[in-house]
């Protein structure tokens, strides 16, 4: 068959249908992509209880179909007679104005029951005459993993199901490559099933491809990604390149309206949060411990706050129920009542009230435990193979999942009983929910696909949000920022959760897509490790994130750090990071332009320095902490 070409006038894109190959040239400069051959199949096809690879270049039967509209156009390849009869389609297409590429993948209907599981397409990009730099990867807040990186990251592929979209190692649908002449930006436009793999053995080099998990089985729904090229980028442009893509969807909104919508939110600028914890019971341990403060305790204690002159504070309230953390969700009524149950909850909430202080209950409508009163079996998810998933990972042990097309009537089932009673409540954190992946149910009562398991989320989000609370989940993950008001962190990935060195050079993606769309806490000072607490500090400040305070501290002096962050984040906690750049080749220099004025940190000497509006340091200021 003859090859094929879609162009605009700032790309051409040429096709060659018999090897499914493309590749992909700027008009007015001379730099060239090819999609890379997979070298371990691009499909996976499902045969009742077997499974092969294939590729697509096998097909015995292919033609070709080439549309033009108004809008685009497209060169379409007809892969058919692939193992067990299945078949695809891949559409190429170009618009008329960007420099874009788009490539959709759909599966042929069968008149077998075989079926396409999964996809690896369209492989790896690679330039063909110049070398990469550097992959900008939204891995948490944020990193770039250098081409020649010394070290090994998932070299075989392994851990593909943890990059996954919308989770801790992938918290937005995106990744780019930048080299020493171009770069291109590559974003899923079906994200729910779709996941980065990401190879890199020591010393590099780094390839990325496309990976389309099935939906409840199979590949489901037409799958689709964009490449956008440049001729030149740095991180912060494939970012923002991002961000338009996300306002464009409507995934991205802006503070201002998140403050319209509930002027609540507001009093978390420039805010201290103090995590306060009322029961804890563990069962990883024999015999369990088991810990206790009062509400009354507590009570007392947000009362210092008080008279210390704390003036702007969130008060998250963990371990409030039943059994204490972690334990026994969503059935955790009555309150704790060795620490005062119902009552004493309700007059803790009514003092930080009268404080002026915003109140939210640490909660969970996701991990759903065995021993809860309420536990019923039938609402949880199945497997594929029927069976209910297990495990005893936390301090509540046994749990399954409840399947997300419950959590709502257990939500609203909750925030009745607590409301109706007078608890005072004005936020609330729903925890897992932004952050663990999204669950797929098989029960045939409640069949759940990875985007209704968000939607369902979401509208448990969107509720608690429309009794009029503040309302916040785990991390930052993209799909939710349309919902949530704020978050509770988001570290830099390292070598271990919250500890360790960094991974690559990091970076800051998330803030510089969201930081005028979503409010966000620091790790400083309650999560991480006491040897990158002055890092902490660092990556708090130049995010311009909300400090943690702790409720235990009885004099003015134990705020100072958190008192910077605090005043930083009431002046510049709604600018938008315009910009921020790498000073020094290793990436410990690096310098935030805010619309208000710009941060440098130096995460090697442990140092920083404040330009601009309302707030400057005179020079370089030492971290003591
Ligand atoms: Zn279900």
Known sequence: MDKEIIQNKYLRVTINPDEVKANVQLTDDDTRWQFEPNL????????????????????????????????????????EGLPGNTGLIITYIVEPEEPMLRVEVEALPTGTPSRIKEAKFPGVLSWLDAKPLYTVWPNSAGMLLPNDYPSAIAEDGEGLSRRIAFNRSFYQPWWGVVAERGAYLAIAETPFDFALD???????????????????????????????????????????????????????????EKFTRNPQVKRLLGSTIFPVSICSHNLRQTPPTHHVTTFAERTEQIRRLKRLGREKVYLHIDGWGYRGYDNQHPDIFPPCPEAGGFQGLIEMTRVASEC??????????????????????????????????????????????????????NIRRNFTELLGRGAIL?????????????????????????????????????????????????????CFMPHLDFAHWADYPRTGFMQGEYLGIPVPLHTLVYHDALLLPAVFDYGGTPENRARHFLEGLSRVEIPYGRINWEHAEDFTHVDILANLHNVWGTAELKNHKLLDSDGYLQEFEYS?????????????RIDGENIATKDWQEVKV
């Open 426 to 478: 004005t936020a609330s954190y729903l925890d897992v929910f932004a952050i663990v992946p999204m669950d797929e149910c098989f029960d045939p009562q409640h069949p759940m696909t990875r985007e209704d398991c968000y939607r369902w989320r979401g509208a448990g989000i969107d509720y608690v949000r429309n009794l009029g609370l503040v309302v916040s989940s785990e991390e930052p993950v993209d």
């Open 596 to 608: 208000s004025g710009s941060i440098t940190i130096d995460l090697k000497e442990l140092r920083y």
């Open 40 to 79: 371990d199949g691009d499909i996976h096809v499902n045969h009742g209880l077997t499974e092969v690879s294939a590729y697509l270049h096998e097909a015995p039967k292919k033609y070709v179909r080439r549309v033009k509209t108004p809008n685009d156009e497209r060169v379409s390849l007809f892969l």
């Open 198 to 256: 990401i190879r890199h053995p020591a010393g590099g080099p780094t390839k990325t491809r496309p990976v389309w998990f099935p939906s409840l089985g199979y590949l489901a729904y037409p799958r689709s990604i964009r490449y956008k090229f440049f001729k030149q980028a740095t991180h912060t442009t494939l970012a923002k390149a991002y961000r338009a893509y996300a306002q464009s969807i409507g995934r991205w909104v802006s503070l201002e």
């Open 356 to 409: 002026g202080y915003l109140l939210g209950l640490h909660d969970q409508y996701r991990d759903y435990y065995l021993d809860g009163a309420k536990f019923t079996e039938s609402r949880a998810i199945k497997d594929s193979t029927g069976q209910l998933p297990q495990w005893a990972t936390w301090a509540g042990g046994a749990q399954t999942v409840l399947c997300a097309k419950e959590s709502l009537a």
